[in-house]
């Protein structure tokens, strides 16, 4: 367990945003769900906006399930004790990169490709 962490701190912040994601959930999957095509209803440009809106929202939608899964992997780590370390070569992340991310799972090093 890393002493120069504040970890209660960085654990509330992965919460809150953990919650934000969740609450955003519902609305990204509305906004997600098949377009009408009713050629007879909507003219060819309203179902361009449509299908590009609903594209939007899915991928929308991925990114927040991606990071929902990192803040989980990052809660893990806090309760297992290995937060704070990168996952690829063991040593310690950065404290500014970890306040910047309080997720990441690698030290700028790995991160920029380096060995």
């Known amino acids: 367990m890393r002493k120069d962490l504040d970890i209660d701190a960085l654990r509330e912040r992965?919460?809150?945003?953990?919650?934000?994601?969740?609450?955003?959930?519902?609305?990204?999957?509305?906004a997600s769900r098949t377009v009408d095509l009713d050629q007879a209803r909507t003219g060819r440009l309203t179902r361009m906006?449509?299908?590009?809106q609903q594209a939007m929202a899915q991928e929308s939608n991925r990114r927040a399930q991606l990071e929902k899964q990192r803040i989980r992997g990052a809660l893990q780590r806090m309760e297992s004790g290995d937060y704070g370390y990168c996952v690829r070569c063991e040593e310690p992340i950065g404290v500014g990169r970890l306040e910047a991310d309080p997720s990441v799972t690698l030290c700028i090093d790995c991160a920029s490709g380096e060995d």
């Not at 992965?14 to 509305?30: D, I, K, M, S, V």
């Not at 906006?49 to 590009?52: G, M, N, T, V, Y």
Request: charged share 40%.
């Open 14 to 30: 992965l919460r809150a945003r953990l919650a934000e994601l969740e609450a955003g959930h519902e609305a990204r999957t509305e």
């Open 49 to 52: 906006d449509a299908l590009q």
